[in-house]
């Protein structure tokens, strides 16, 4: 039987996975979404066309992959359906688990609501509702993709659901649903989704014992875990590497190569520690030069230097083969780059990660930096001080590079 491989986010998301699926998807004969919502942004570039995909694995450009959504991603029918129109023949190349939880319009306006409530000691969620679809799900009040083929069944427990709960719905400011408008709004869900809803663990099951190569996506990053990252700023699903398994139906045996995605520096949305972050001119840099502004929300991201003691501590937790570091191009033209090697915490000098983040000072070391990288395809045509940068990461997290990214374009990546 063949392994599944996995490409995982080691930073706080946003590092680039959707184009490294993409490049990679070409060797692939299915790729499979684990966890998340469509809090999650996945951004390809192809030709000078851009994609962004929120729900859909990144291998949906590709006509003879086959996609599926699994049990772990939280699916927001609207988006889903708006997502799935700018692609033609889904048919026989589309799968969405019937055991993925359904996130409704009225979870988002619970989300948006709580964040008003909580004012300045708000997560910094992206609103659209991942965070209240997954509490359904653990408190087992939650519905799922395959009660869409039920419409007027799964109208009738959601009403009763609103009922139960409407002091919640009162005192959020959050109106209860119409019965007979959340009916027809069920039904054309039913009708959009219902030719792609199946059991996604035996396909998935099916084309490993058959030989396939599969590979695994999931989104965010390993910081944002909801148990290892920086909780409470986290997302709520498990985003680290063994979370494919539960999110798919997989056993940890049935997974191969694992793939950790980072960039050449660090972004965080939101709110919540991040020592590296640079509120200078430098980080202001890294932003205008990488365009970091967030898929899903449009925010603008935090930026900072590398942070060599993180990405370790993730990629221990992923069991990371070998990274694609990607966006080494945005450093082009810096004279000096910074790696953070060691925290200061507590009076000490220390080279993990401990719970409280929020009080560790990064200590740096500083590299010569580089004319341009742009467009460059091969390790030996890298600029001296860029391989010594690569090679100064692979010491300090003790995992190898073995692809490098230097334009957003899918043909602009170095293999090593």
């Not at 998340?36 to 996945?42: I, K, L, R, S, V």
């Not at 694995?57 to 959504?69: D, M």
């Not at 997974?255 to 980080?283: H, L, N, Q």
Request: aromatic share 8%; proline share 3%; net charge negative.
């Amino acid at each position: 039987m063949r392994k599944a491989d996995l490409v995982v986010g080691v930073q706080w998301g946003d590092e680039g996975k959707g184009k490294i699926v993409d490049m990679l998807g070409l060797n692939y004969d299915m790729i499979c979404r684990s966890q998340g919502g469509h809090n999650a942004g996945h951004t390809i570039w192809v030709d000078g066309v851009r994609y962004a995909m929120h729900l859909i694995p990144s291998g949906i450009l590709h006509k003879n992959i086959v996609n599926v959504i699994g049990n772990g991603v939280v699916v927001s029918p609207d988006v889903l359906i708006d997502e799935m129109a700018q692609f033609d023949h889904l048919e026989g190349r589309f799968y969405i688990s019937d055991r993925a939880h359904l996130n409704l319009t009225h979870h988002g306006l619970i989300d948006q609501a709580k964040e008003r409530l909580k004012g300045d000691k708000a997560i910094g969620t992206t609103g659209k509702g991942i965070g209240p679809t997954y509490a359904d799900k653990i408190s087992r009040s939650g519905h799922r993709v395959g009660e869409l083929l039920e419409p007027e069944r799964l109208c009738e427990a959601l009403m009763s659901d609103f009922e139960m709960n409407k002091s919640l719905f009162n005192a959020l400011g959050v109106k209860i649903p119409n019965h007979d408008e959340l009916l027809e709004e069920l039904k054309r869900y039913k009708e959009a989704l219902a030719p792609y809803i199946t059991n996604t663990t035996r396909l998935v099951w099916k084309a490993l014992d058959d030989g396939k190569k599969v590979l695994l996506e999931g989104a965010q990053g390993t910081l944002l875990d909801i148990d290892h990252g920086t909780y409470p700023y986290v997302t709520s699903s498990n985003t680290i590497s063994a979370g494919a398994c539960t999110g798919l139906g997989l056993n940890p045996k049935e997974i191969g190569e694992v793939i950790g995605v980072i960039k050449a520096y660090t972004t965080r949305v939101g709110f919540g520690p991040f020592p590296t972050e640079d509120k200078g001119s430098d980080g202001d840099k890294m932003c205008e030069i990488g365009k970091e502004f967030g898929t899903t929300t449009g925010r603008r991201r935090r930026c900072g230097w590398f942070d060599a003691v993180s990405v370790k501590y993730a990629s221990r937790l992923d069991a990371v083969d070998k990274y694609a570091l990607m966006k080494l191009d945005v450093l082009d033209g810096f004279e000096v780059v910074k790696i953070c090697k060691a925290y200061q915490y507590n009076g000490e000098t220390i080279d993990y990660v401990p719970t409280d983040l929020e009080n560790v000072t990064p200590i740096y070391e500083d590299l010569e930096g580089w004319d341009s990288v742009k467009g460059v395809t091969r390790y030996d045509d890298l600029p001296k001080n860029a391989k010594r940068y690569i090679e100064r990461i692979e010491e300090l997290t003790s995992v190898k590079v073995g692809l490098i990214s230097t334009s957003p374009e899918r043909s602009d990546t170095i293999i090593r």
